[in-house]
């Protein structure tokens, strides 16, 4: 069963468009899925979830699994049964694609400024949903023999792993970004003083090769209270 359609734009994460919800005992986790539903197209819009493969299969948990497709910088999201056959799903996604390409030529994806507001193509989605309802039909049946026995290339992960990757790649940026802390004593105009006396008795005792205090040669030296350096 398809439960959840979200078409979004990739290029800034946009979701414009949502099917109508499927009303049964998973109603109350509806917003839960599309909260899923647009942490996904956020991932593909950060580029976290690019591929080569433009179709993807991310399994949410062992009765639901979301169905991606990718297309002209758009992300076509459906919330299927975990049994519900997966070719039928693309077959969806791609019949989404092929009406939403009639729009493009009014460039309606690049001017939508709210998320949801391409409310026109809601419809659109709510009556191709319909035909796949019932993998039974005689349309559905021959989509299926005709692949029957093809394996599709089509790349699968998992929802943990993508979240945990997306936790690691946060962490990563908070790390890059924070400001570098440098202790205060190293501005201290008193650390600074004593430096340069140091510094600069160096210098007299290169040049005398004798304590200040006792006149022996000797290149083990201590602080005296005046700042003055000579043998302990």
Not at 218 to 231: A, F, H, I, T
């Amino acid at each position: 069963m398809v439960k959840l359609t979200i078409i979004g734009r990739i290029r800034d994460g946009m979701p414009l468009a949502k099917g109508q919800r499927y009303v049964n005992e998973d109603y109350n986790n509806i917003p839960y899925y599309k909260h899923q539903a647009e942490f996904i197209l956020k991932e593909f819009s950060r580029g976290s979830l690019t591929s080569i493969n433009p179709k993807m299969t991310i399994r949410l948990d062992h009765q639901h699994s979301f169905n991606c497709l990718v297309a002209c910088g758009v992300c076509f999201i459906t919330l299927c049964d975990s049994s519900y056959p997966r070719t039928l799903a693309f077959h969806y996604l791609d019949d989404l694609k092929q009406e939403l390409e009639k729009f493009q030529s009014d460039q309606i994806v690049e001017k939508v400024t709210r998320p949801y507001s391409f409310i026109k193509f809601d419809s659109v989605i709510n009556s191709i949903r319909k035909q796949y309802i019932d993998t039974r039909t005689q349309a559905n049946l021959r989509k299926l023999n005709a692949n029957r026995g093809q394996q599709m290339d089509v790349m699968v992960e998992t929802m943990s792993a993508i979240v945990e990757n997306r936790k690691q790649l946060d962490y990563m940026e908070r790390v890059v970004m924070a400001p570098q802390v440098v202790s205060a004593i190293w501005g201290s105009k008193r650390l600074e003083v004593r430096l340069f006396r140091v510094a600069d008795y160096s210098i007299e005792m290169d040049a005398n090769w004798n304590c200040n205090k006792c006149g022996d040669h000797s290149s083990s030296v201590g602080l005296l209270d005046n700042g003055r350096l000579c043998c302990p």
